[in-house]
C-alpha cells in the first residue's frame, strides 16, 4: 500500500505506544537485559536500548555505548521473533485421572495481542518463512495461528549493519518492503532526533493519522532512504547464492564436512538462535501421585541425537551428518520443501555459535575446494 510518509520524534515513540496501548496490545520490543538486546515485554521508550550498540563476530557478541541516543542503533541480538510466535515450550494438553478414566482438561493459551516494536526486514522475510511452513500448509499450527494474527507489527529500517550480517546476500535486506502495519527510519544528526513513519496497512494507517500528524519533508524522505543504502553496503559478511541448491547436492561427500565436523560442538546453539528453524518435540511428564499429566512440545534441534532416532538407532550418529543436514537443509532441501531458503541472513547463528563457525565461509570452502 502507498501511503503518506509521515514524521515523529522520540516523544512521537511513546505517543504511537500508548496508543498501541489503548488498543489492548502489550508492546513487545528491544532492551538490554543480561548484557544482550532482547525481546522483551516493554512500557515505555525509556526502556529501549537508547545510546547502545553490538559488535558482533564469529562468536562474539558485545554491547558497546553509542556516541548518540539512538533508540535503535544495533542490529539483531539473540532473541528471534520465533520465541513469542513458535514458543520454546507450549503445553499442548492436560489430563487428569477421575474415578472413570483420565479426563482431557480444557488448556487456554490465548494468545495475547501483541505489537512488536522494531522487527527488521531479515526478521520480516523470517516470520513470512514460518508463515509458510506453520501455517501455509495443508495442516495449521493452532499455537502459530493464533499468536500470528493477534500481532501488530511496526517494522525499523536497519540503520547499521552487523558484523555477521549478510541479508543482502539473501535479498531479504535492509530496507523493509513489506510483511509490516508501520515501518521507522530512525534519523539521528546532532541534536536532531527524528523517524520518518509510513503505514503499510489499514490499521497501521489509521494508528499513524493519530499519533503522527505532520508529513515527512523531501529531505528527510531522502535521508531515510540513505540510512537503508549506507546500510546495504556495510554488510559484515557475504554469501554467493548462485546455484546453492545443487552446488550442495552435489557435494554431500565434500571433505569439508569433515573438517568442520571436527569443531563443531553440536550444541545446538544455531538452531536456537535461528529465527526460521521449527523443529520441535514432545514430552509427556506426570507427577509422582499418577494423578495429573500433560503433554508439552518444545523446540528440539536436528543437532542432537535424539532427533533422528528411530526404531534401532539415530540416522544421523556423526557430528559431520548432523551439521551437514543442517546446512543442506537451510540452504538446498528447504527450497524444493518450501519454495524459498531457509536462511534471512540474519548472522545470529554466526555470532551465537561458540567456537565461531560461519556458515557463509563453509559455502566458500565448498564452493572452492573441487
Ligand atoms: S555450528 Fe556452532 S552453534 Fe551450531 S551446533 Fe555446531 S558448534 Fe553449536
Ligand atoms: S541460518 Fe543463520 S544466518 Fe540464516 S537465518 Fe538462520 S541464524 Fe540467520
Redesign the pocket.
Known amino acids: 500500500m502507498e501511503g503518506k510518509m509521515k514524521i515523529l520524534n522520540r516523544d512521537g515513540i511513546g505517543t504511537l505506544f500508548e496508543s498501541l496501548k489503548r488498543r489492548g496490545f502489550q508492546i513487545v520490543g528491544p532492551t538490554v537485559r543480561d548484557g544482550a538486546i532482547v525481546y522483551d515485554e516493554i512500557d515505555s521508550t525509556a526502556d529501549l536500548p537508547v545510546g547502545w550498540t553490538d559488535e558482533q563476530t564469529g562468536g562474539s557478541y558485545r554491547l558497546k555505548q553509542r556516541s548518540d541516543g539512538a533508540l535503535f542503533g544495533y542490529a539483531v541480538g539473540p532473541h528471534s521473533w520465533k520465541n513469542y510466535l513458535h514458543p520454546p515450550e507450549v503445553r499442548l494438553w492436560q489430563a487428569r485421572r477421575e474415578e472413570d478414566g483420565f479426563r482431557i482438561l480444557p488448556d487456554s493459551d490465548e494468545a495475547p495481542k501483541r505489537a512488536f516494536i522494531g522487527v527488521r526486514s531479515c526478521e520480516l522475510h523470517a516470520i513470512a518463512i514460518q508463515d509458510r511452513v506453520l501455517i501455509g500448509g495443508a495442516e495449521q499450527d493452532p499455537t502459530y495461528h493464533s499468536r500470528r494474527e493477534n500481532v501488530f507489527i511496526v517494522a525499523v529500517q536497519c540503520g547499521q549493519a552487523g558484523g555477521t550480517c549478510f541479508c543482502v546476500s539473501m535479498k531479504t535486506g535492509p530496507e523493509a518492503t513489506s510483511g509490516f502495519d508501520l515501518a521507522m527510519t530512525e534519523i539521528v544528526e546532532g541534536n536532531r532526533h527524528v523517524f520518518t513513519v509510513e503505514a503499510g496497512t489499514d490499521r497501521g494507517e489509521e494508528i499513524l493519522r493519530e499519533v503522527a500528524p505532520a508529513e515527512a519533508s523531501e529531505e528527510d524522505r531522502d535521508k531515510a532512504k540513505r540510512v537503508v543504502e549506507k546500510t546495504a553496503s556495510e554488510m559484515g559478511r557475504s554469501m554467493d547464492t548462485t546455484g546453492i541448491k545443487d552446488l550442495l547436492y552435489r557435494n554431500l561427500e565434500h571433505p569439508r564436512w569433515d573438517e568442520v565436523a571436527t569443531r ?7 538452531t536456537m538462535v535461528c529465527p526460521t528453524c521449527f523443529c520441535t518435540t514432545v514430552e509427556d511428564v506426570t507427577d509422582l501421585s499418577g494423578e495429573h499429566a500433560e503433554r508439552w512440545r518444545k523446540w528440539d534441534s536436528c ?1 542432537t541425537m535424539d532427533f533422528s532416532y528411530i526404531h534401532g538407532g539415530t540416522v544421523r550418529s556423526s557430528p559431520k551428518s548432523r ?1 551437514r543436514q543442517w546446512l543442506t537443509h537451510k540452504l538446498a532441501t528447504w527450497i524444493d520443501q518450501f519454495g524459498t531458503s531457509g536462511c534471512v541472513g540474519c548472522g545470529r ?1 554466526i555470532t551465537w ?3 565461531g ?1 560461519d556458515l557463509t565461509e563453509e559455502i566458500r570452502a565448498i564452493r572452492e575446494v573441487k
Open positions: 563443531c560442538l553440536t550444541c545446538a546453539n544455531c543437532f551439521y547463528c555459535c561458540p567456537v563457525i
